[in-house]
Structure formats: structure tokens, C-alpha cells
């Protein structure tokens, strides 16, 4: 009977050792897990394909626009009726029954297709192409200075909790020693060889010292709980925390303070959108130029009754738009100052 006891207590032993070998999280296990799984690092990325497919819609006006269109009708109107017949080659003027005043229901079915492209525009697409292309470069910016905090916090999470379980070994290692130096005293006070008094203030110290614990074993939890947040899911259990070693056997090489500076992605991020700002300036003053485009279609008529008859429609167009609403020369002057101070 002794020997089942020994070994279900043995059992009971391995088994508590091996769940505390299994919280065994390293520091990268956490930063990876993170950054897989954090909402904010997800998010920033869906920003990017976003800023991608502007990229593709900027470059997309360089294409013309094709259009395909199908159409039925049916009037008694009679320019519309006119024009109908005129474009099916059934008009017959010359037939006495022809009364333009007061045309019989007449129908039509017209297929179409059509193209337009932009043949000049002073540059405004190839800014807008670039603003696009920026504007990604940038939000990849923010996106790894999303990464970087993420990567802080969890580093700052992680070691907090080291810190924190320290601290209640700590503590409970102290009410140990208060305990047994309670009992020593206990003794000492029944051998007559010290007082009463010595035993009450051990047993304050006792009291404030269990009370400490609890305040650290709170404030474990706590950080525990902070740093399964930042990471995104419970990936530290509620326990004591055993640090497994890092995998990144060599530091990366420290840069100098100023490469510290230039390559913090927020500021990289902040010139980039300056830029953007300034190409937008540049933008609305070629919204002063004329714009040169080339259209045309090809349509199909028929009455339903007779075979299709084709035509087409072949042009250019050139735009200018010289006088519209214009903002103040005081106003235009500022923000140019502004571009220019944020640039510097």
C-alpha cells in the first residue's frame, strides 16, 4: 500500500514538472505569435494591398475605356422616330404613306460599342501615380513602426513578467523566513529566554509580508494578462513562467544615432506624406492645362424585323477650363509655405 502512495505521489510529481517545463515560452516565441496574430499588425497590412490596388487604379488611366451598351425602343415621337429609321437605312421619304408629323410606333434595337482614352493632361496621371505609389511606400512605414511598438510592448510584457514572478519568489521566500523565525520565537518565549512583545512584531511582519504577496501574485496575473493582449491570444498561461533561451544566437549591429534617426519608419513615413502633399499642390496647378482625348464607337441598328446596320462615330476633343472658382493668391502662398517648412 506504502508503494502505490510513493508512486501516485511520484506520478503527481512528473507530471507537475512537466506542465511547468511545458509554460516554457521564449521571448521570440511571444514576438512571433504576436506579430501572427496581433489585429493592429493585420489591419496595417490589409492597408497596404489597399494602397496597392490605388496604384493599379492610378496606372489604369493611361488605358482607354472601353464601354459595350445594348438598347431597345419603341416611339411615336417624331424626331426620335426619324432619327430611328434614318439609322436603320429604311427611310423612305418618297413614300406617299411618309408623314413625318405623325409617324407610325416606331422600334429600334441598337448594339453598341464605344472607346475614349486620354491622349494629354499636363501630367496630372503621372502625379497621381505617384502619389499612390506613396502613399504605399508610407503606410508600409507605418505598418513596420506598427511592428516595432508591437515588438516593444510584447519585449517590455514579456520581461515585466519575469520581473513581477521574481518578485513574488520574492515574497513568498519572505514569509517563509518570517515564518520560521516566528516559531523560533514561539520557542524562545517558552523557554523564557525573550519577550511576548518580540513574537506580536513578528507577527505584524508576518501579516504585512502575506499581505505583499497577494499583492504580487495580483500584480503577476495582471501582466500576464497585458502581455497575452498585446500578443493576441493566451499564449502564457497563468503560472510561473519559465524563460527558455533565444534562438538569435549573434546582436544584430547597432547603427550610429543619426541612422537611428533617418531610418525610424514613422519619420520616413511623415516625408513620404509631405511629398504626397506637395505632388497634390502640383496636381491642382495642372488642373490649369487643357486636356486632349480621343473618342469613338460603333453602332448597330435594326428595326428587329431586318438585319443590322452599322455606322460609327470617330473624333478628338480638347478641353480647357479657363476660368472656374480659384483660391486666394494669400492662400495658395501658405500652403505652398507649408510644403516647403515641412520638407526642410
Same mark, same amino acid.
Not at 508503494?3 to 514538472?17: D, M, P, Q, Y
Not at 520574492?170 to 529566554?193: F, I, M, W
Not at 546582436?251 to 511629398?275: G, I
Not at 452599322?310 to 500652403?335: I, K, N, V
Given at each position: 500500500?506504502?508503494?502505490?502512495?510513493?508512486?501516485?505521489?511520484?506520478?503527481?510529481?512528473?507530471?507537475?514538472?512537466?506542465?511547468?517545463?511545458?509554460?516554457?515560452?521564449?521571448?521570440?516565441?511571444?514576438?512571433?505569435?504576436?506579430?501572427?496574430?496581433?489585429?493592429?499588425?493585420?489591419?496595417?497590412?490589409?492597408?497596404?494591398?489597399?494602397?496597392?490596388?490605388?496604384?493599379?487604379?492610378?496606372?489604369?488611366? +493611361?488605358?482607354?475605356?472601353?464601354? &459595350?451598351?445594348? /438598347?431597345?425602343?419603341? /416611339?411615336?415621337?417624331?424626331?426620335? $422616330?426619324?432619327?430611328?429609321?434614318?439609322n436603320q437605312r429604311i427611310l423612305n421619304m418618297r413614300d406617299p404613306a411618309f408623314d413625318p408629323n405623325h409617324p407610325d410606333d416606331t422600334e429600334n434595337l441598337?448594339?453598341?460599342?464605344?472607346?475614349?482614352?486620354?491622349?494629354?493632361?499636363?501630367?496630372?496621371?503621372?502625379?497621381?501615380?505617384?502619389? $499612390?505609389?506613396?502613399?504605399?511606400?508610407?503606410?508600409?512605414?507605418?505598418?513596420?513602426?506598427?511592428?516595432?511598438?508591437?515588438?516593444?510592448?510584447? /519585449?517590455?510584457? +514579456? +520581461?515585466?513578467?519575469?520581473?513581477?514572478?521574481?518578485?513574488?519568489?520574492?515574497?513568498?521566500? /519572505?514569509?517563509?523566513?518570517?515564518?520560521?523565525?516566528?516559531?523560533?520565537?514561539? @520557542?524562545?518565549?517558552?523557554?523564557?529566554?525573550?519577550?511576548?512583545?518580540?513574537? &506580536?512584531?513578528?507577527?505584524?511582519?508576518?501579516?504585512?509580508?502575506?499581505?505583499?504577496?497577494?499583492? $504580487?501574485?495580483?500584480?503577476?496575473?495582471?501582466?500576464i494578462a497585458a502581455l497575452n493582449t498585446a500578443i493576441g491570444q493566451n499564449l502564457v498561461p497563468q503560472g510561473p513562467l519559465a524563460e527558455k533561451e533565444r534562438?538569435?544566437?549573434?546582436?544584430?549591429?547597432?547603427?550610429?544615432?543619426?541612422? &537611428?534617426? @533617418?531610418?525610424?519608419?514613422?519619420?520616413?513615413?511623415?516625408?513620404?506624406?509631405?511629398?504626397?502633399?506637395?505632388?497634390?499642390?502640383?496636381?491642382?496647378?495642372?488642373? +490649369?492645362?487643357?486636356?486632349?482625348?480621343?473618342?469613338?464607337?460603333?453602332?448597330?441598328?435594326?428595326?428587329?424585323?431586318?438585319?443590322?446596320?452599322?455606322?460609327?462615330?470617330?473624333?478628338?476633343?480638347?478641353?480647357?477650363?479657363?476660368?472656374?472658382?480659384?483660391?486666394?493668391?494669400?492662400?495658395?502662398? &501658405?500652403?505652398?509655405?507649408?510644403l516647403r517648412s515641412g520638407q526642410s
Amino acid at each position: 500500500m506504502r508503494a502505490f502512495f510513493r508512486f501516485a505521489i511520484a506520478t503527481a510529481l512528473a507530471g507537475f514538472v512537466l506542465s511547468e517545463s511545458s509554460w516554457a515560452v521564449s521571448l521570440d516565441d511571444c514576438i512571433e505569435t504576436a506579430l501572427r496574430e496581433n489585429p493592429d499588425v493585420h489591419a496595417a497590412a490589409r492597408r497596404v494591398e489597399s494602397a496597392r490596388a490605388a496604384i493599379r487604379e492610378a496606372e489604369s488611366a +493611361y488605358y482607354p475605356q472601353l464601354t &459595350l451598351s445594348g /438598347t431597345y425602343a419603341r /416611339t411615336d415621337n417624331p424626331p426620335q $422616330a426619324f432619327m430611328m429609321e434614318l439609322n436603320q437605312r429604311i427611310l423612305n421619304m418618297r413614300d406617299p404613306a411618309f408623314d413625318p408629323n405623325h409617324p407610325d410606333d416606331t422600334e429600334n434595337l441598337r448594339a453598341g460599342m464605344g472607346a475614349k482614352m486620354c491622349l494629354l493632361d499636363g501630367g496630372r496621371r503621372g502625379l497621381s501615380r505617384d502619389m $499612390a505609389g506613396l502613399g504605399t511606400d508610407a503606410l508600409k512605414a507605418q505598418e513596420e513602426a506598427i511592428r516595432n511598438e508591437l515588438i516593444y510592448q510584447v /519585449t517590455r510584457g +514579456y +520581461y515585466g513578467v519575469l520581473q513581477a514572478q521574481a518578485f513574488v519568489k520574492v515574497q513568498e521566500e /519572505t514569509v517563509t523566513s518570517l515564518e520560521e523565525n516566528l516559531r523560533v520565537a514561539g @520557542e524562545r518565549v517558552k523557554a523564557g529566554a525573550t519577550v511576548q512583545t518580540d513574537v &506580536l512584531n513578528l507577527e505584524v511582519k508576518l501579516a504585512q509580508a502575506r499581505e505583499d504577496l497577494i499583492r $504580487a501574485r495580483n500584480g503577476d496575473q495582471l501582466m500576464i494578462a497585458a502581455l497575452n493582449t498585446a500578443i493576441g491570444q493566451n499564449l502564457v498561461p497563468q503560472g510561473p513562467l519559465a524563460e527558455k533561451e533565444r534562438t538569435h544566437l549573434d546582436p544584430p549591429p547597432q547603427p550610429q544615432d543619426e541612422e &537611428l534617426v @533617418e531610418n525610424r519608419p514613422e519619420l520616413k513615413a511623415a516625408r513620404m506624406n509631405t511629398q504626397i502633399k506637395a505632388n497634390a499642390w502640383k496636381k491642382s496647378k495642372l488642373e +490649369y492645362f487643357p486636356t486632349v482625348s480621343a473618342f469613338g464607337s460603333l453602332d448597330w441598328d435594326s428595326d428587329v424585323s431586318a438585319d443590322f446596320e452599322r455606322s460609327y462615330f470617330a473624333g478628338a476633343m480638347a478641353e480647357w477650363e479657363f476660368f472656374h472658382r480659384l483660391p486666394s493668391r494669400r492662400m495658395g502662398r &501658405l500652403r505652398e509655405g507649408q510644403l516647403r517648412s515641412g520638407q526642410s
